[in-house]
């Protein structure tokens, strides 16, 4: 059982992120299709990160990743931090046109040489920055209200 402060601000947690996919994104399709190509899909992504380099985990991903993601059209359209039960986790969720897009962007994102050089190094100087990592591809109810984020 969580204690009564954590749980709540778990509830909290994932009550607005179900708000914002919910009550953000413009209708699609209906979950039973959604094997069927979409105009748009999410993606969340849930890190573990450690209080003790919270701080360079969030230099590395603010300066390195995000500037290395851009290269390979990664949409990130919020990011979040939480606490579930006593460990940090980095939230972010992303925006792609499909699922093959979203497959072939990770790929090259993940063999990019420049970030396998800063993972390498942030990892001798501070340690593992990433523990458990949590991804969910999101698909659109056909009642949703919106199928993609406002710009």
């Known amino acids: 059982m969580i204690p009564g402060f954590a749980a709540q ?3 909290t947690l994932i009550a607005s992120i179900f708000i914002l996919i919910v009550g953000v994104i413009v209708p699609q399709r209906s979950l039973s299709r959604a094997g069927e190509q979409q105009s748009v899909i999410h993606q969340l ?3 573990e990160i450690f209080d003790s380099n919270k701080k360079a985990f969030h ?6 990743a995000m500037r290395i993601m851009a290269r390979y059209d990664f949409n990130i359209l919020a990011m979040w931090e939480s ?4 460990r940090t986790e980095f939230v972010y969720l992303l925006e792609w046109p ?7 962007r990770w790929e090259k994102f993940l063999r ?7 993972k390498k190094e ?7 920055l990433v523990g458990e990592i949590q991804d969910r591809v999101l ?13």
Not at 83 to 86: E, L, P, R
Not at 122 to 128: A, H, K, L, R
Request: glycine content about 4%; cysteine-free.
């Open 59 to 64: 230099d590395r991903f603010r300066d390195h």
């Open 112 to 118: 990019d040489q420049e970030w396998i050089k800063i």
């Open 98 to 104: 499909d699922r093959e897009t979203m497959t072939d």
């Open 9 to 11: 601000k778990y509830r």
């Open 45 to 47: 992504r849930i890190y």
């Open 122 to 128: 942030t990892g001798e100087m501070y340690g593992p």
């Open 139 to 151: 698909y659109l109810t056909d009642y949703s209200p919106r199928k993609a984020l406002a710009k």
């Open 83 to 86: 606490k579930k039960d006593n």
